[in-house]
């Protein structure tokens, strides 16, 4: 019964390929995240879906694209990855958007992806 | 953007002792959060505040919502081996969370 699930969790693969992460949660949360963690450990916000719409689209190259198909999955595709795209990549989600306690965000396990 | 300034951006402590941490803004919040992250795993939520002034403990962790609104600090009393890794900061207004840039914290044995 794990809250906020990614898969994989490990992705190495080869500059130029394409590849998806998946993410799934329980929670019956309105609002889903992706985050970006590098090396330093920052965590950096790079999208935000509130009921399946785009909200939050932070400097992100357009090579990477978030699709909602539902409220309770928020999928991650990157095309033709680049060496700098190597971090570990978290999922996350919450009540709400701002303020309170509807904006507790709780995180899946992460996936760390190697581009090579 | 909004930055939140959080120190000490890393701490060696001896097992036993007390540790406090700390988050900083420019500018006022209505939420607080501290995250812990163990290495290899996905940030977890430890203590929620929100209201100025509040102070919410969690075992040996205690944190507070600065009246001012604009900081918070965390302590974690009699530190374990297990107290290991990164632990965030968090603060919204009106916008999704912002994250300080993490407190990684080393306890010797």
Known sequence: ?116 | GQQLNQSPQSMFIQEGEDVSMNCTSSSIFNTWLWYKQDPGEGPVLLIALYKAGELTSNGRLTAQFGITRKDSFLNISASIPSDVGIYFCATTGNTPLVFGKGTRLSVIA
């Not at chain 1, 309105?30 to 932070?58: G, P, V």
């Open chain 1, 1 to 116: 019964d794990t809250a906020v699930s990614q898969t994989p969790k490990y992705l190495v693969t080869q500059m130029g390929n394409d590849k998806s992460i998946k993410c799934e949660q329980n929670l019956g949360h309105d609002t889903m995240y992706w985050y970006k963690q590098d090396s330093k450990k920052f965590l950096k916000i790079m999208f935000s879906y509130n009921n399946k719409e785009l909200i939050i689209n932070e400097t992100v190259p357009n090579r990477f694209s978030p699709k909602s198909p539902d409220k309770a999955h928020l999928n991650l595709h990157i095309n033709s990855l680049e060496l700098g795209d190597s971090a570990v990549y978290f999922c996350a989600s919450s009540l709400g958007l701002a303020g309170g306690p509807q904006s507790r965000q709780f995180f899946g396990p992460g996936t760390r992806l190697t581009v090579l």
